[in-house]
């Protein structure tokens, strides 16, 4: 063997093993970075909505996962401190040690303040109490003289007042008028209620109330202590299911039992 021959078989030897080399590193390398990322090995995401963070972060560390509470809010469609939402979603397949983002309904249900909605439009209404978030429960229509016009807000059948103090998710029911009725009532008398109770026994009778007016305008402190003294129309005066009687409220108790004198002095003649 020549001198060249011998040192060309080395040169080609040498080639040989730098290629063997460089595949084994390569084949080393891929596969290394194959396990490190876990290629092709997914987890199903568990469904953890509706469970409490705590039971949610145990259920999702037994898969390799991770759980980050990243907003809260307010739902009436899961309990109270639950996990409203999740993502990725449930069931969907992510890699090991992803975090699972979620948000949490609230612990408690936030305060909100009723406002007048007597006499405003059912859709003013329903705008109204969503934006609060507070249900209706139930929209119960009623004589009146005008249609979809709110005449009471409920809960439970008792009337509420503007400026309740009420839980968000709270059910409520609206009193809706449905126009004037084809039948015919008597006015009955409401001198020396409230204008809450007046307003009660006036449905009662299938009639609404209409212009009320104050001798000497009322305080938000003082207004519950008025009472009725006159009212529009008379006493026994009969007429269509839905009409409006107006009211005049006053806190002299003597202008009360002076329209009840002159009531009983007319019904006597």
Do not use: C
């Not at 390569?26 to 290629?39: A, C, D, N, S």
């Not at 405003?120 to 705008?127: E, K, N, P, T, Y």
């Not at 809960?155 to 009193?175: F, H, M, Y």
């Not at 806190?251 to 004198?261: G, W």
């Amino acid at each position: 063997m020549t001198k060249n021959s011998s040192k060309f078989g080395i040169i080609v030897f040498h080639l040989f093993l730098s290629v063997l080399v460089a595949g084994i590193v390569l084949f080393v390398v891929l596969f290394g970075l194959k396990k490190y990322t876990q290629h092709g090995i997914e987890i199903q995401v568990p469904n953890v909505t509706e469970l409490y963070v705590e039971e949610a972060k145990i259920i999702l560390e037994s898969e390799g996962l991770h759980i980050e509470v990243i907003d809260s809010t307010y739902s009436n469609k899961v309990p109270l401190g639950t996990i409203v939402e999740q993502n990725p979603n449930a069931n969907s397949f992510v890699k090991n040690g992803r975090t699972i983002y979620v948000i949490k309904n609230a612990n408690f249900r936030k305060p909100v303040i009723l406002p007048e909605l007597r006499d405003v439009s059912l859709r003013q209404a329903q705008a109204s109490l969503s934006a609060l978030g507070l249900v209706i429960d139930s929209i119960i229509y009623e004589p009146s003289a005008y249609r979809d016009l709110i005449l009471d807000i409920r809960k439970n059948s008792i009337p509420l007042l503007a400026g309740t103090v009420l839980e968000v998710g709270t059910p409520i029911d609206l009193i809706v008028g449905q126009g004037q009725g084809t039948n015919n009532v008597e006015i009955p008398n409401v001198l020396g209620k409230t204008l809450e109770d007046a307003r009660a026994w006036l449905m009662a009778h299938a009639l609404t109330v209409g212009i009320v007016t104050y001798d000497i305008p009322p305080t938000e402190e003082n207004k519950t202590q008025y009472i009725v003294y006159s009212q529009d129309p008379e006493i026994g005066t009969i007429v269509v299911e839905g009409s409006s009687v107006n009211l005049k409220l006053s806190m002299d108790i003597e202008k009360t039992v002076t329209a009840d004198n002159e009531q009983d002095e007319e019904e006597f003649f």
